[in-house]
T-cell receptor, first 109, second 114 residues
Framework: RKEVEQDPGPFNVPEGATVAFNCTYS??????FFWYRQDCRKEPKLLMSVYSSGNEDGRFTAQLNRASQYISLLIRDSKLSDSATYLC??????????FGRGTSLIVHP | DAGVIQSPRHEVTEMGQEVTLRCKPI?????LFWYRQTMMRGLELLIY????????DSGMPEDRFSAKMPNASFSTLKIQPSEPRDSAVYFC????????????FGPGTRLLVL
């Protein structure tokens, strides 16, 4: 089993739609969780951290379920500019990250 | 503040040649990471340094790969000899201790080995 697993997609949604991605991790001792965004032919960039109580940043909501070992990312009112690959990232006790393969999102007019 | 700087941005070489990738981390960052990204494997951690010391190189594919960090502002990843299966995008990233663990990536080097 891979350490961090994501549905590769692509998720193809119209503008204004709500879309959700899940990510599962295998190491129950994982410490920190993040979502990164990677645009085509660009480097990954931090989108948001994921906190145990869940957190929101504008149209983006991240949640963590430690019991089931998954994190989620919800995007409301999708914009064309949200089209990208979303990488789930999990770190262990050494704070060295493990990246998922990413979920591709395509938002169309 | 300048971000992570990588050079070259693109490299095309022939099988058997030596390839050297370069990285300048963000000033003040004490961790440096080298990653490789391919469609098949996604983003793989190759090696990381803390205060210029290699901490974990278990991700380095084989002896053809080597990495150095002679000082806090410079690191190299060398492939010798290169093979077509080394074709990938190589990213360098840095972060500082206590910096919310956020990694900052460079723009990457696109390597094509013919």
């Amino acid at each position: 089993r891979k350490e961090v697993e994501q549905d590769p997609g692509p998720f193809n949604v119209p503008e204004g739609a709500t879309v959700a991605f899940n990510c599962t991790y295998s190491n129950s001792a994982s410490q920190s969780f993040f979502w990164y965004r990677q645009d085509c032919r660009k480097e990954p960039k931090l989108l948001m951290s994921v906190y145990s109580s869940g957190n929101e940043d504008g149209r983006f909501t991240a949640q963590l379920n430690r019991a089931s070992q998954y994190i989620s990312l919800l995007i409301r009112d999708s914009k064309l500019s949200d089209s990208a690959t979303y990488l789930c990232v999990v770190t262990g006790g050494s704070y060295i990250p493990t990246f998922g393969r990413g979920t591709s999102l395509i938002v169309h007019p | 503040d300048a971000g992570v700087i990588q050079s070259p941005r693109h490299e095309v070489t022939e099988m058997g040649q030596e390839v050297t990738l370069r990285c300048k981390p963000i000033s003040g960052h004490d961790y440096l990471f080298w990653y490789r990204q391919t469609m098949m494997r996604g983003l793989e951690l190759l090696i990381y340094f803390n205060n210029n010391v290699p901490i974990d190189d278990s991700g380095m594919p084989e002896d053809r790969f080597s990495a150095k960090m002679p000082n806090a502002s410079f690191s190299t990843l060398k492939i010798q000899p290169s093979e077509p299966r080394d074709s990938a995008v190589y990213f360098c990233a840095s972060r500082r201790t206590g910096g919310l663990e956020t990694q900052y990536f460079g723009p990457g080097t696109r390597l094509l080995v013919l």
